[in-house]
Protein backbone atom coordinates (compact mmCIF):
# COMPACT_ATOMS: atom_id res chain seq x y z
CA UNK A 1 0.00 0.00 0.00
CA UNK A 2 1.41 3.44 -0.94
CA UNK A 3 2.38 6.05 1.56
CA UNK A 4 0.41 8.85 2.31
CA UNK A 5 2.05 11.91 0.30
CA UNK A 6 2.19 13.82 3.19
CA UNK A 7 4.37 11.18 4.97
CA UNK A 8 6.57 10.95 1.98
CA UNK A 9 7.05 14.32 1.82
CA UNK A 10 8.04 14.33 5.78
CA UNK A 11 10.66 11.64 5.48
CA UNK A 12 12.54 13.25 2.56
CA UNK A 13 12.22 16.50 4.30
CA UNK A 14 14.08 14.66 7.02
CA UNK A 15 16.93 12.72 5.29
CA UNK A 16 17.45 15.65 3.11
CA UNK A 17 21.38 16.13 2.86
CA UNK A 18 21.88 13.12 5.01
CA UNK A 19 24.16 10.36 3.53
CA UNK A 20 24.79 6.67 4.56
CA UNK A 21 28.78 5.40 4.19
CA UNK A 22 29.00 3.45 0.69
CA UNK A 23 31.91 1.78 1.94
CA UNK A 24 32.83 -0.52 4.92
CA UNK A 25 31.33 -3.62 6.65
CA UNK A 26 28.05 -1.03 7.94
CA UNK A 27 27.33 -0.06 4.27
CA UNK A 28 24.74 -3.05 3.41
CA UNK A 29 22.75 -2.58 6.94
CA UNK A 30 22.15 1.39 6.13
CA UNK A 31 21.19 0.38 2.72
CA UNK A 32 18.59 -2.01 4.02
CA UNK A 33 17.91 0.56 6.80
CA UNK A 34 16.86 3.48 4.63
CA UNK A 35 14.86 1.39 2.22
CA UNK A 36 13.05 0.00 4.70
CA UNK A 37 12.94 3.76 6.17
CA UNK A 38 11.75 5.17 3.04
CA UNK A 39 9.09 2.12 3.24
CA UNK A 40 7.07 2.61 6.45
CA UNK A 41 7.68 6.39 6.38
CA UNK A 42 8.49 8.12 9.32
CA UNK A 43 5.91 8.02 11.82
CA UNK A 44 2.18 10.10 12.45
CA UNK A 45 0.46 11.26 14.72
CA UNK A 46 -2.24 8.68 13.00
CA UNK A 47 -0.26 5.45 13.30
CA UNK A 48 -1.66 3.14 15.96
CA UNK A 49 2.09 3.14 18.12
CA UNK A 50 2.01 6.68 18.32
CA UNK A 51 -1.62 8.14 19.09
CA UNK A 52 -0.76 9.25 22.38
CA UNK A 53 2.76 10.41 21.24
CA UNK A 54 2.67 13.28 18.91
CA UNK A 55 6.03 12.95 17.08
CA UNK A 56 6.19 15.69 14.96
CA UNK A 57 9.49 17.23 16.46
CA UNK A 58 11.08 14.04 16.47
CA UNK A 59 10.61 14.05 12.79
CA UNK A 60 11.14 17.85 11.39
CA UNK A 61 13.69 18.46 8.87
CA UNK A 62 15.49 20.75 11.97
CA UNK A 63 15.85 19.93 15.75
CA UNK A 64 14.14 22.12 18.28
CA UNK A 65 16.45 24.18 20.01
CA UNK A 66 16.83 22.98 23.86
CA UNK A 67 18.45 25.97 26.39
CA UNK A 68 21.62 24.69 28.10
CA UNK A 69 20.99 23.44 32.10
CA UNK A 70 23.98 24.63 34.41
CA UNK A 71 23.71 22.65 38.08
CA UNK A 72 25.79 22.07 41.03
CA UNK A 73 24.38 18.79 41.86
CA UNK A 74 26.69 15.93 42.50
CA UNK A 75 27.58 13.71 39.61
CA UNK A 76 25.40 11.08 39.40
CA UNK A 77 27.02 7.50 39.37
CA UNK A 78 29.90 9.22 40.88
CA UNK A 79 30.65 6.90 44.30
CA UNK A 80 31.62 4.25 42.19
CA UNK A 81 34.46 3.28 40.34
CA UNK A 82 33.87 3.01 36.63
CA UNK A 83 34.89 3.22 32.91
CA UNK A 84 34.42 6.66 31.59
CA UNK A 85 33.24 7.61 28.43
CA UNK A 86 31.55 10.85 27.40
CA UNK A 87 29.87 11.93 24.02
CA UNK A 88 29.52 15.32 23.47
CA UNK A 89 26.62 16.30 21.47
CA UNK A 90 26.54 12.85 20.04
CA UNK A 91 30.49 12.82 19.43
CA UNK A 92 32.77 11.03 21.37
CA UNK A 93 35.15 12.58 23.26
CA UNK A 94 38.69 11.10 24.17
CA UNK A 95 39.99 14.05 25.91
CA UNK A 96 37.28 13.50 28.26
CA UNK A 97 37.18 9.84 28.38
CA UNK A 98 38.91 7.42 30.31
CA UNK A 99 41.37 4.77 27.95
CA UNK A 100 38.88 2.40 26.03
CA UNK A 101 41.16 -0.77 27.58
CA UNK A 102 39.87 -2.72 30.07
CA UNK A 103 40.12 -6.60 30.85
CA UNK A 104 37.34 -8.73 29.84
CA UNK A 105 36.07 -6.06 27.19
CA UNK A 106 36.93 -4.54 23.72
CA UNK A 107 35.47 -1.06 23.19
CA UNK A 108 36.26 0.58 19.53
CA UNK A 109 34.11 3.53 18.09
CA UNK A 110 31.73 3.24 15.25
CA UNK A 111 33.60 5.86 13.59
CA UNK A 112 37.02 4.81 13.80
CA UNK A 113 35.85 1.53 12.46
CA UNK A 114 32.75 1.32 10.45
CA UNK A 115 35.08 2.03 7.18
CA UNK A 116 37.16 -1.15 7.69
CA UNK A 117 35.93 -4.28 5.06
CA UNK A 118 35.27 -6.72 8.24
CA UNK A 119 34.18 -6.63 11.69
CA UNK A 120 32.68 -8.36 14.30
CA UNK A 121 29.85 -6.03 14.42
CA UNK A 122 28.84 -6.56 10.92
CA UNK A 123 26.87 -9.75 12.32
CA UNK A 124 24.55 -7.62 14.51
CA UNK A 125 24.46 -3.63 13.33
CA UNK A 126 20.77 -3.11 11.89
CA UNK A 127 20.03 -6.88 12.47
CA UNK A 128 18.14 -6.73 15.98
CA UNK A 129 16.86 -3.44 14.59
CA UNK A 130 15.51 -5.39 11.55
CA UNK A 131 14.27 -8.02 13.63
CA UNK A 132 12.47 -5.86 15.82
CA UNK A 133 10.44 -3.87 13.13
CA UNK A 134 8.50 -6.78 13.13
CA UNK A 135 5.06 -7.02 14.01
CA UNK A 136 5.57 -3.05 14.61
CA UNK A 137 7.09 -0.61 12.58
CA UNK A 138 9.90 0.98 14.75
CA UNK A 139 11.16 3.94 11.80
CA UNK A 140 12.75 6.12 14.01
CA UNK A 141 15.19 3.01 14.88
CA UNK A 142 15.89 2.55 10.93
CA UNK A 143 16.59 6.38 10.58
CA UNK A 144 19.32 5.67 13.20
CA UNK A 145 20.82 2.53 11.25
CA UNK A 146 21.07 4.53 8.33
CA UNK A 147 22.63 7.63 9.48
CA UNK A 148 24.59 7.26 12.83
CA UNK A 149 28.50 7.91 12.42
CA UNK A 150 29.37 7.47 15.80
CA UNK A 151 28.32 5.41 18.86
CA UNK A 152 30.38 2.18 20.62
CA UNK A 153 30.90 -1.32 19.52
CA UNK A 154 31.19 -3.44 22.92
CA UNK A 155 32.54 -7.41 22.70
CA UNK A 156 32.11 -8.38 26.31
CA UNK A 157 34.16 -11.56 26.46
CA UNK A 158 34.83 -11.84 30.46
CA UNK A 159 33.39 -9.96 33.17
CA UNK A 160 35.11 -6.59 33.72
CA UNK A 161 36.02 -5.48 36.92
CA UNK A 162 34.25 -1.91 36.23
CA UNK A 163 30.72 -0.99 35.05
CA UNK A 164 30.87 0.86 31.65
CA UNK A 165 29.51 4.46 32.20
CA UNK A 166 28.16 6.25 29.41
CA UNK A 167 27.56 10.14 29.87
CA UNK A 168 25.53 12.10 27.02
CA UNK A 169 26.43 16.05 27.36
CA UNK A 170 24.77 18.62 25.77
CA UNK A 171 26.79 22.40 24.67
CA UNK A 172 25.27 22.80 21.75
CA UNK A 173 21.29 24.60 22.09
CA UNK A 174 20.39 23.03 18.20
CA UNK A 175 22.47 20.09 18.36
CA UNK A 176 20.59 17.02 16.31
CA UNK A 177 22.75 13.69 18.06
CA UNK A 178 22.37 10.21 16.12
CA UNK A 179 23.97 7.57 18.17
CA UNK A 180 23.99 4.03 17.56
CA UNK A 181 25.75 1.15 19.77
CA UNK A 182 25.99 -2.41 19.20
CA UNK A 183 26.83 -4.96 22.21
CA UNK A 184 28.07 -8.47 22.49
CA UNK A 185 27.88 -10.33 25.51
CA UNK A 186 29.94 -14.14 24.59
CA UNK A 187 28.61 -16.72 26.57
CA UNK A 188 29.25 -16.46 30.54
CA UNK A 189 30.67 -13.35 30.38
CA UNK A 190 28.39 -10.19 32.32
CA UNK A 191 28.89 -6.49 32.26
CA UNK A 192 27.25 -3.31 34.10
CA UNK A 193 26.42 -0.59 31.60
CA UNK A 194 25.40 3.11 32.80
CA UNK A 195 23.63 6.13 30.94
CA UNK A 196 23.11 9.33 31.93
CA UNK A 197 22.67 12.81 30.72
CA UNK A 198 20.98 15.12 27.97
CA UNK A 199 22.83 14.17 24.71
CA UNK A 200 21.38 17.02 22.63
CA UNK A 201 18.74 19.62 21.95
CA UNK A 202 17.00 15.89 19.67
CA UNK A 203 18.54 12.82 20.28
CA UNK A 204 17.81 9.55 18.98
CA UNK A 205 19.89 6.38 19.97
CA UNK A 206 19.86 2.74 19.27
CA UNK A 207 21.41 -0.14 21.49
CA UNK A 208 21.27 -3.88 19.77
CA UNK A 209 22.32 -5.93 22.67
CA UNK A 210 23.24 -9.84 22.00
CA UNK A 211 23.50 -11.58 24.81
CA UNK A 212 25.27 -15.54 24.65
CA UNK A 213 23.77 -18.83 26.74
CA UNK A 214 24.82 -17.66 30.41
CA UNK A 215 25.39 -14.39 29.67
CA UNK A 216 24.51 -11.35 31.56
CA UNK A 217 23.71 -7.20 30.85
CA UNK A 218 22.54 -5.04 33.58
CA UNK A 219 22.06 -1.40 32.05
CA UNK A 220 20.98 1.65 34.31
CA UNK A 221 20.31 4.69 32.77
CA UNK A 222 19.17 8.31 33.97
CA UNK A 223 17.26 10.83 31.84
CA UNK A 224 17.11 14.64 33.20
CA UNK A 225 18.92 18.00 33.25
CA UNK A 226 17.59 19.94 30.20
CA UNK A 227 14.06 20.57 30.67
CA UNK A 228 13.90 21.16 26.97
CA UNK A 229 15.58 18.35 25.50
CA UNK A 230 13.58 15.60 22.86
CA UNK A 231 14.43 12.40 23.00
CA UNK A 232 13.52 8.98 20.92
CA UNK A 233 16.04 5.74 22.20
CA UNK A 234 15.58 2.22 21.33
CA UNK A 235 17.30 -1.03 22.93
CA UNK A 236 17.01 -3.88 21.02
CA UNK A 237 17.96 -7.22 23.20
CA UNK A 238 18.53 -11.32 22.23
CA UNK A 239 18.94 -13.29 24.87
CA UNK A 240 20.36 -17.26 24.65
CA UNK A 241 19.98 -20.18 27.06
CA UNK A 242 20.07 -18.92 30.79
CA UNK A 243 21.27 -15.54 29.88
CA UNK A 244 19.86 -12.17 31.92
CA UNK A 245 19.05 -9.04 30.47
CA UNK A 246 18.16 -6.41 33.12
CA UNK A 247 17.53 -2.84 32.10
CA UNK A 248 15.59 0.18 34.73
CA UNK A 249 15.48 3.71 33.67
CA UNK A 250 14.61 6.74 35.63
CA UNK A 251 13.47 9.68 34.19
CA UNK A 252 12.95 13.62 35.41
CA UNK A 253 12.45 16.16 33.34
CA UNK A 254 12.29 16.64 29.61
CA UNK A 255 9.39 18.15 27.33
CA UNK A 256 9.28 14.53 25.34
CA UNK A 257 10.70 11.33 25.79
CA UNK A 258 10.35 8.26 24.28
CA UNK A 259 12.20 5.21 25.10
CA UNK A 260 11.18 1.87 23.31
CA UNK A 261 12.91 -1.32 24.56
CA UNK A 262 12.37 -4.49 22.10
CA UNK A 263 13.53 -8.00 23.37
CA UNK A 264 13.62 -11.92 22.29
CA UNK A 265 13.97 -14.80 24.91
CA UNK A 266 15.72 -17.05 22.28
CA UNK A 267 17.05 -19.68 24.70
CA UNK A 268 15.42 -21.52 27.21
CA UNK A 269 15.01 -20.16 30.87
CA UNK A 270 16.26 -16.49 29.70
CA UNK A 271 15.34 -13.89 32.22
CA UNK A 272 14.61 -10.25 30.84
CA UNK A 273 13.66 -7.32 33.09
CA UNK A 274 12.73 -3.87 31.88
CA UNK A 275 11.51 -1.24 34.68
CA UNK A 276 11.34 2.52 34.52
CA UNK A 277 10.69 5.48 37.01
CA UNK A 278 9.74 8.89 36.05
CA UNK A 279 8.49 12.20 37.58
CA UNK A 280 7.17 15.22 35.35
CA UNK A 281 6.47 18.34 36.17
CA UNK A 282 4.45 20.62 33.66
CA UNK A 283 5.12 20.45 29.60
CA UNK A 284 6.18 17.33 30.26
CA UNK A 285 5.99 14.03 28.40
CA UNK A 286 7.01 11.06 28.58
CA UNK A 287 6.31 7.28 26.53
CA UNK A 288 7.40 4.11 27.49
CA UNK A 289 6.76 1.36 24.77
CA UNK A 290 7.85 -2.37 25.28
CA UNK A 291 7.31 -5.27 23.53
CA UNK A 292 8.75 -8.57 24.61
CA UNK A 293 8.34 -12.12 22.85
CA UNK A 294 8.55 -15.28 24.49
CA UNK A 295 10.09 -18.01 22.41
CA UNK A 296 11.47 -20.61 24.49
CA UNK A 297 10.90 -22.92 27.46
CA UNK A 298 10.42 -21.66 30.83
CA UNK A 299 11.37 -17.64 30.20
CA UNK A 300 10.69 -15.23 32.74
CA UNK A 301 9.96 -11.70 32.09
CA UNK A 302 9.04 -8.40 33.88
CA UNK A 303 7.89 -4.94 32.79
CA UNK A 304 7.21 -2.62 36.10
CA UNK A 305 7.04 1.08 35.30
CA UNK A 306 5.57 3.80 37.68
CA UNK A 307 4.92 7.24 36.83
CA UNK A 308 4.15 10.81 39.08
CA UNK A 309 2.95 13.35 37.11
CA UNK A 310 1.90 17.07 37.95
CA UNK A 311 0.96 20.62 36.76
CA UNK A 312 -0.37 18.60 33.45
CA UNK A 313 2.47 16.41 32.81
CA UNK A 314 1.22 13.38 30.24
CA UNK A 315 2.73 9.83 30.89
CA UNK A 316 2.83 6.81 28.35
CA UNK A 317 2.92 3.01 28.55
CA UNK A 318 2.09 0.45 25.96
CA UNK A 319 3.90 -2.57 26.64
CA UNK A 320 2.72 -6.20 25.28
CA UNK A 321 3.90 -9.79 25.91
CA UNK A 322 3.81 -12.35 23.04
CA UNK A 323 4.16 -15.84 24.00
CA UNK A 324 4.74 -17.98 20.99
CA UNK A 325 3.69 -21.78 20.28
CA UNK A 326 6.03 -23.76 22.16
CA UNK A 327 7.06 -21.39 24.69
CA UNK A 328 5.58 -23.41 27.45
CA UNK A 329 6.43 -22.55 31.42
CA UNK A 330 6.51 -18.69 30.34
CA UNK A 331 6.41 -16.31 33.43
CA UNK A 332 5.32 -13.05 32.60
CA UNK A 333 4.55 -10.23 34.76
CA UNK A 334 3.35 -6.57 33.52
CA UNK A 335 2.39 -3.55 35.54
CA UNK A 336 2.05 -0.08 34.44
CA UNK A 337 0.90 2.50 37.30
CA UNK A 338 0.84 6.62 37.96
CA UNK A 339 0.40 8.72 40.86
CA UNK A 340 -1.25 11.51 39.81
CA UNK A 341 -1.01 15.07 41.98
CA UNK A 342 -3.38 16.54 40.27
CA UNK A 343 -6.55 17.22 38.02
CA UNK A 344 -4.39 18.44 35.37
CA UNK A 345 -2.09 15.13 34.30
CA UNK A 346 -2.69 12.33 32.45
CA UNK A 347 -1.47 8.62 32.29
CA UNK A 348 -2.39 6.56 28.75
CA UNK A 349 -2.02 2.78 29.38
CA UNK A 350 -1.90 0.20 26.63
CA UNK A 351 -0.70 -3.13 27.99
CA UNK A 352 -1.41 -6.13 25.98
CA UNK A 353 -0.91 -9.73 26.38
CA UNK A 354 -0.92 -12.10 23.19
CA UNK A 355 -0.50 -16.05 24.04
CA UNK A 356 0.07 -18.82 22.13
CA UNK A 357 1.23 -21.37 24.25
CA UNK A 358 -1.29 -23.17 27.02
CA UNK A 359 1.07 -23.64 29.72
CA UNK A 360 1.61 -19.85 31.12
CA UNK A 361 1.36 -17.57 34.32
CA UNK A 362 1.18 -14.40 32.34
CA UNK A 363 -0.58 -10.86 34.13
CA UNK A 364 -0.81 -7.47 33.10
CA UNK A 365 -2.38 -4.49 35.01
CA UNK A 366 -2.07 -1.08 34.98
CA UNK A 367 -3.47 1.51 37.68
CA UNK A 368 -4.05 5.48 38.24
CA UNK A 369 -4.88 7.01 41.24
CA UNK A 370 -4.42 10.10 43.76
CA UNK A 371 -2.16 9.60 46.95
CA UNK A 372 -3.61 7.92 49.75
CA UNK A 373 -6.06 10.29 51.94
CA UNK A 374 -5.67 7.75 54.72
CA UNK A 375 -1.93 7.05 54.51
CA UNK A 376 -1.63 11.24 53.79
CA UNK A 377 -3.52 11.50 57.04
CA UNK A 378 -1.51 8.88 59.39
CA UNK A 379 1.93 10.90 58.16
CA UNK A 380 0.24 14.46 59.10
CA UNK A 381 -1.07 13.43 62.50
CA UNK A 382 2.30 12.28 63.35
CA UNK A 383 3.25 15.84 62.08
CA UNK A 384 5.26 15.36 59.13
CA UNK A 385 4.40 18.70 56.83
CA UNK A 386 2.39 17.95 54.23
CA UNK A 387 4.98 18.79 51.28
CA UNK A 388 7.15 15.84 53.15
CA UNK A 389 4.34 13.63 53.67
CA UNK A 390 3.72 14.10 50.11
CA UNK A 391 7.41 13.21 48.90
CA UNK A 392 7.80 9.91 50.97
CA UNK A 393 4.24 8.42 49.39
CA UNK A 394 5.58 9.15 45.87
CA UNK A 395 9.19 7.34 46.59
CA UNK A 396 6.97 4.73 48.29
CA UNK A 397 5.24 4.18 44.98
CA UNK A 398 7.79 4.46 42.63
CA UNK A 399 9.66 1.46 45.00
CA UNK A 400 8.61 -1.69 43.25
CA UNK A 401 10.12 0.34 40.13
CA UNK A 402 13.70 1.05 41.55
CA UNK A 403 13.91 -2.38 43.21
CA UNK A 404 14.55 -3.87 40.07
CA UNK A 405 17.97 -2.47 40.46
CA UNK A 406 20.26 -4.87 41.95
CA UNK A 407 23.79 -3.20 42.67
CA UNK A 408 22.79 -1.49 46.36
CA UNK A 409 24.56 1.59 45.78
CA UNK A 410 23.60 2.37 42.28
CA UNK A 411 20.02 1.61 43.54
CA UNK A 412 20.60 4.48 46.88
CA UNK A 413 22.45 7.05 44.63
CA UNK A 414 19.15 7.12 41.70
CA UNK A 415 16.68 7.35 45.05
CA UNK A 416 18.66 10.07 46.46
CA UNK A 417 18.66 11.80 43.28
CA UNK A 418 14.67 11.23 43.38
CA UNK A 419 14.15 12.88 46.67
CA UNK A 420 15.88 15.77 45.77
CA UNK A 421 14.27 16.40 42.67
CA UNK A 422 10.93 16.09 45.20
CA UNK A 423 12.04 18.24 47.74
CA UNK A 424 12.57 21.04 45.14
CA UNK A 425 9.71 21.36 43.48
CA UNK A 426 7.92 21.58 46.74
Known sequence: MAL???????????????????????????????ARLRAMGLPQRRDEYWKYTRPDTLVQADAPTASLFETEERPLFGEIDQLYLVFVDGVFDPEAS?????????????????????????????VLETRGQDPVARPLAAFNTAFATDGLLIHVHGTPSRPIRLMYQHADESSDAVLHHVVRVDAGASVTILENGPAAARFNKCMEIDIADGGQLH??????????????????????????????????????????????????????????????????????TVFITHDAVNCESRQVFKKVLRNGATGVFQGKILVREGAQKTDGYQISQSLLLDGDSQFLAKPELEIYADDVACSHGSTSGAIDEDAMFYLRSRGVPEGEATDLLTLAFL????EEIENETLREDLVQRLADWLQRRR
Open 98 to 126: DDLSMEGITIERLADVGSADIHWARDLYG
Open 219 to 288: HIRAQGRDHERRAATHMFARLGTESVFKSFTLTANGVLTRNEVVVELTGDNGVAHVAGACVGDGDFHHDD
Open 4 to 34: PEATVNATEARIAGLQTPEAGWSAPARKSAL
Open 399 to 402: AEAV
